[in-house]
């Protein structure tokens, strides 16, 4: 792997035999640490300049210290500075090629959208009992998931079959700027062949579907490569409060990715067949020319109708078993659903190829219906989902759980708002580059004109809440300026060193806004995508045109919402695209986005099959194996010891194992967003009554946090439920001013270096030492360690 490369790591050893170093480990117990965001090395994490990899390949592998296993290092046996039988073995799991790799993982933030509304599947509110209002919860959401598959496909045809084929290969002006595009144009070429429009059409309908089939292809691949491990086996079913993570089936769903992968490769398709068929149709209905090309298309109109509700059945119906590794497959059905929508897109293209005399490019193809449609079936989509959520979280209230369960329709329709960002996006820079500033083309459909006039005015409302919470941060930290001051009483004060650790406080807490955030982003998007539906339906023009009638205040806000919209649209993709390919170039800009990113990719893909790969399926298998194995094999103790999202993954991997490893295994968790993120926006997996049950099952549990830790916090387990598992906030810095032991300023960590505190080595001692002191001891280990 990247890291296991650097020097330092030797990533091959031989270590077919550890008799030598198991015993030792048993009774000293093992911790096995995982990382968080952004990825580290296991030279960093272990604290050693030589790790030698024990088990793993080149995308995730288990480290030690070289020193820890004498095969490979020469029989040295451990380092000199640390005697032999002093703190447990430790070991590092390194994940970061799962989420960062090489720059080409960049493409993935192309399909944010996607990515998004599959988040929204799982911030369904917490119930008693899934029951028919969690499954529709699900189903609205999978359909969601559908309507922005159409709406890329859509926005693609817009691309190549309307401004490129259709609008300016028919303008002579516009073909000649572009040479490329000669022989699609009848002037340019003389009426060559395929200067009809119905085959123009056809050849451009090749782009999206090249497109569609990439994202099946990058989705079939993603999930072999990643999703497809097998869960460690186990007949454990959960308790009722403990959360969905512990059945045996969550981690491995492969029957709903493969049904959902072949019903949104069949949805582009029958997208482009229709985007070719239409408009064809609608010229042999008009012509008059021979009278059985009006029947045949209003045939393949009805076949391709008939084939979209297949489509949306099997979107529709249920396909994740949790209950057990979902291992079948529904071949027949996986077969002829893209093959059935790719023999009616070759029907579509024959039936466009055929010469029709006397036909003529003007205007623009019939595109507001299909993106106003979407539009709208987005709208009732989420409101419904409102809804729905809203019910299930008054059955069963948690005052912890963000916007009050409607944090997963709020997400939804970002998600809808950022897929008709990118169409839109793509669309208006395609037209401006194919017409320049001549206005030869008529451009893009009106409805995409009305969204991109929205975005002003939410960014403008956005701004303004922003500005509130700056206010508010910068009160809170002249107030925490004084809490600051108390904590070090005796010390000659540094106002400079006092404000500096109280903005860092005030400024941790803007995490906590975050749900205020996108509660009022997304009821202004929800209000103005209202607005701009009816819009451009009543009005049928461009909002400039629209108020050029009225006075002369709306005519200039119109024309200034138009305008700055469309090179806003335009310049946030450049710069998305832009600053996604540096966010895996650049460690710094992969940390800025590296929390959001890494909780994106956590869940499986349960409702959108294109949504990048799910690197849990690989991390919380591979945790689970090591732990298992390891505590079955030797009966020692064990401590998962998880930093950042590292403390998601060892909380899923400990909800995966068997009672009786549980009780071997302790939990140390430090900067975790376990509750402070997960408990709040995924609140029916992981609210307080799955981490209180969690508690209950596991060996013990102790976390530590920081006031200046924008990401992790407390774990707020319900009052009696055994030990504490929080500990008192760490300071930060670890001294104020210059003392004996610091004679140098200490730095304000933040989110980093826990395991650098003192307390961090004394509680997992203490967890070692919690972990059933009266278990016999332990047995060597007849092979691997």
């Known amino acids: 792997?990247?890291?296991?490369?650097?020097?330092?790591?030797?990533?091959?050893?031989?270590?077919?035999?550890?008799?030598?170093?198991?015993?030792?480990?048993?009774?000293?117990?093992?911790?096995?640490?995982?990382?968080?965001?952004?990825?580290?090395?296991?030279?960093?994490?272990?604290?050693?300049?030589?790790?030698?990899?024990?088990?793993?390949?080149?995308?995730?592998?288990?480290?030690?210290?070289?020193e820890d296993v004498p095969e490979a290092a020469g029989g040295a046996g451990p380092a000199l500075d640390e005697p032999p039988g002093r703190g447990p073995v430790r070991e590092a799991y390194v994940w970061c090629n799962l989420t960062s790799g090489n720059g080409t993982r960049a493409l993935w933030l192309l399909l944010l959208p996607f990515m998004v509304v599959n988040l929204a599947h799982w911030m369904r509110p917490a119930a008693e009992r899934p029951g028919p209002p969690a499954r529709l919860y699900g189903l609205l959401v999978r359909l969601a998931a559908l309507t922005l598959t159409v709406l890329l496909v859509a926005a693609a045809c817009e691309v190549a079959l309307d401004l490129v084929a259709w609008q300016c290969a028919g303008a002579p002006a516009c073909a000649g700027r572009h040479t490329w595009l000669a022989f699609l144009s009848p002037a340019l070429s003389d009426g060559g062949w395929w200067s009809e429009p119905g085959r123009r059409l056809a050849l451009a309908a090749l782009a999206p579907t090249l497109l569609t089939a990439l994202l099946w292809y990058l989705s079939h691949r993603t999930w072999s490569a990643y999703e497809s491990h097998q869960p460690l086996t186990s007949t454990a079913e959960p308790g009722p409060d403990e959360s969905a993570l512990a059945r045996p089936g969550f981690w491995y769903g492969r029957r709903l990715g493969a049904r959902l992968r072949a019903a949104h490769t069949a949805a582009g398709l029958l997208t482009v067949?229709?985007?070719?068929?239409?408009?064809?149709?609608?010229?042999?209905?008009?012509?008059?020319?021979?009278?059985?090309?009006?029947?045949?298309?209003?045939?393949?109109?009805?076949?391709?109708?008939?084939?979209?509700?297949?489509?949306?059945?099997?979107?529709?119906?249920?396909?994740?078993?949790?209950?057990?590794?979902?291992?079948?497959?529904?071949?027949?059905?996986?077969?002829?659903?893209?093959?059935?929508?790719?023999?009616?897109?070759?029907?579509?293209?024959?039936?466009?190829?055929?010469?029709?005399?006397?036909?003529?490019?003007?205007?623009?193809?019939?595109?507001?219906?299909?993106?106003?449609a979407i539009m709208l079936a987005q709208g009732i989509l989420v409101v419904a989902l409102a809804v729905v959520a809203h019910g299930l979280y008054r059955r069963l209230p948690d005052p912890r759980a963000a916007m009050r369960g409607l944090g997963g329709p709020a997400v939804a329709l970002i998600a809808c708002a950022l897929g008709a960002v990118a169409s839109g996006g793509v669309a208006q820079r395609v037209a401006d580059w194919l017409d320049g500033t001549r206005a030869s083309l008529p451009g893009p459909p009106v409805t995409l004109v009305w969204q991109a006039s929205a975005i002003p005015p939410v960014l403008a409302v956005l701004l303004v809440l922003i500005a509130v919470l700056a206010r508010r941060t910068a009160r809170l930290a002249r107030a925490e300026r004084r809490k600051v001051r108390a904590e070090h009483p005796g010390e000659p004060e540094d106002p400079t060193r006092t404000r500096r650790i109280a903005h860092v406080r005030a400024t941790a807490t803007l995490t906590d806004h975050v749900p205020l955030l996108v509660a009022v982003g997304s009821a202004t998007t929800l209000s103005l995508g209202a607005g701009a539906f009816v819009g451009a339906v009543a009005t049928g023009r461009a909002p400039a045109h629209a108020a050029r009638d009225a006075g002369d205040t709306v005519r200039i806000a119109a024309e200034i919402c138009q305008h700055l919209g469309s090179w806003l649209i335009g310049v946030g993709f450049l710069l998305f695209v832009t600053w996604g390919r540096r966010a895996y170039k650049d460690a710094s800009a992969r940390r800025t986005i590296g929390i959001l990113w890494d909780v994106g990719t956590f869940w499986p893909r349960a409702a959108h099959p294109f949504a990048p790969p799910c690197y849990a399926e690989r991390a919380v298998p591979d945790l689970t194996w090591r732990t298992a194995t390891w505590t079955e094999r030797t009966g020692g103790r064990l401590v998962l010891s998880g930093h950042s999202?590292?403390?998601?993954?060892?909380?899923?991997?400990?909800?995966q194992l068997?009672?009786?490893?549980?009780?071997?295994?302790?939990?140390?968790?430090?900067?975790?967003?376990?509750?402070?993120?997960?408990?709040?926006?995924?609140?029916?997996?992981?609210?307080?009554?799955?981490?209180?049950?969690?508690?209950?099952?596991?060996?013990?549990?102790?976390?530590?946090?920081?006031?200046?830790?924008?990401?992790?916090?407390?774990?707020?387990?319900?009052?009696?439920?055994?030990?504490?598992?929080?500990?008192?906030?760490?300071?930060?810095?670890?001294?104020?001013?210059?003392?004996?032991?610091?004679?140098?300023?200490?730095?304000?960590?933040?989110?980093?270096?826990?395991?650098?505190?003192?307390?961090f080595t004394r509680e997992r001692d203490r967890l070692l030492a919690r972990l059933h002191p009266d278990l016999p001891a332990p047995r060597p280990e007849p092979g691997q360690g």
């Open 1 to 66: 792997m990247e890291h296991a490369r650097e020097r330092g790591t030797d990533p091959r050893p031989d270590l077919t035999n550890l008799r030598n170093v198991t015993a030792p480990a048993a009774e000293r117990g093992l911790e096995l640490l995982v990382h968080g965001v952004g990825g580290t090395t296991p030279e960093k994490m272990l604290g050693a300049p030589r790790t030698v990899r024990v088990t793993g390949d080149e995308t995730a592998a288990v480290f030690r210290r070289a």
């Open 645 to 655: 999202q590292g403390s998601v993954l060892v909380a899923a991997a400990a909800w």
């Open 273 to 372: 067949a229709a985007a070719v068929t239409l408009p064809t149709a609608r010229f042999d209905h008009r012509s008059g020319g021979p009278p059985l090309l009006p029947v045949l298309g209003v045939l393949l109109g009805v076949a391709l109708l008939v084939w979209a509700c297949a489509v949306v059945a099997v979107v529709c119906r249920r396909g994740r078993s949790e209950h057990r590794p979902d291992q079948s497959l529904d071949r027949r059905l996986l077969r002829a659903l893209p093959l059935g929508a790719l023999t009616l897109l070759l029907l579509a293209v024959a039936y466009a190829g055929r010469s029709r005399p006397g036909w003529r490019s003007a205007g623009r193809l019939p595109g507001d219906p299909l993106f106003g």
């Open 658 to 759: 068997t009672p009786a490893v549980r009780e071997r295994v302790a939990l140390l968790t430090y900067g975790s967003p376990l509750e402070r993120l997960y408990g709040r926006w995924f609140p029916a997996h992981f609210g307080p009554a799955a981490l209180a049950a969690l508690h209950r099952d596991i060996g013990c549990w102790r976390n530590l946090h920081r006031r200046t830790d924008p990401i992790g916090g407390p774990v707020r387990l319900p009052a009696g439920h055994g030990p504490e598992v929080d500990h008192a906030p760490l300071p930060d810095p670890r001294a104020y001013g210059r003392t004996p032991e610091h004679p140098l300023p200490a730095p304000i960590l933040g989110h980093s270096d826990y395991q650098e505190d003192p307390v």
